[in-house]
């Protein structure tokens, strides 16, 4: 038999109910451990941020930092950053910033890649740019 509340509501339903919009509010944002990530040292470093680019652009090897932000970009560009945040928009505004000024062709590159029909980058970059 299920049990019952004083609403004659099952018991089941409560907890799935509070189940699923548990998982809901902790998708809210993406994962925060990489909030803090120290993006000045990245940024100041072409090299690395070289690094970076091709690990974007699936032309080189990944830090497990670098595949997790490159598994989040896509969603990331088509949804204008609505998941990040507020220090994931500006860890996005340093990066994209840095990959236009070292490397502004193959930034050109990851942007097709990114939005290959133009539809979505300049909201994300709208979007990042107030961070």
């Known amino acids: 038999m299920i049990g019952l509340n004083k609403y004659n509501v099952p018991v089941s339903i409560i907890l799935i109910f509070l189940f699923v ?3 809901l509010s902790q998708e809210k944002f993406y994962d925060r451990r990489y909030d803090y990530y120290e993006i ?9 941020l070289k ?4 690990c974007f652009l699936g032309k080189g090897p990944c830090t ?17 950053c609505k998941k990040c945040t507020p220090s994931q928009r500006r860890l996005a505004r340093k990066t994209f910033n840095a990959f236009k000024g070292y490397f ?6 990851l ?4 939005d290959p029909k133009n539809k979505y980058y300049e909201a994300f970059e709208k979007a ?4």
């Open 21 to 23: 919009s548990t998982v």
């Open 40 to 48: 000045d040292t990245l940024i100041q470093n072409p090299r690395l």
């Open 51 to 54: 690094k970076y680019l091709d």
């Open 64 to 80: 497990p930092i670098g595949r997790v932000f490159r598994q989040i970009l896509p969603e990331a560009v088509q949804t204008a």
């Open 104 to 109: 502004p062709e193959t930034h050109e590159e």
């Open 111 to 114: 942007r097709k890649k990114l």
């Open 128 to 131: 990042i740019s107030s961070a």
